[in-house]
């Protein structure tokens, strides 16, 4: 049943918006970062700033390379 919601909820974004067929899978893609984008409750800022606190630390070497 939420798939069903999930796949209308597409069909109608792609109707009004996009025409081309040559850029589907850049439609795919927005669309599914909006989609779970709308499920996350934190704000895109603080993911970022959480990630980046909790990120493992990478050598210079490695970075260098």
Do not use: T
Request: proline share 3%.
């Amino acid at each position: 049943h939420k798939m069903h919601r999930v796949i209308m909820g597409f069909k109608g974004w792609l109707r009004g918006m996009h025409h081309s067929v040559k850029h589907l899978q850049a439609y795919i893609d927005e669309y599914s970062y909006r989609f779970n984008r709308s499920a996350m409750k934190e704000s895109i800022f603080d993911n970022l700033l959480k990630r980046i606190v909790l990120a493992e630390p990478c050598p210079y070497k490695i970075i260098r390379n």
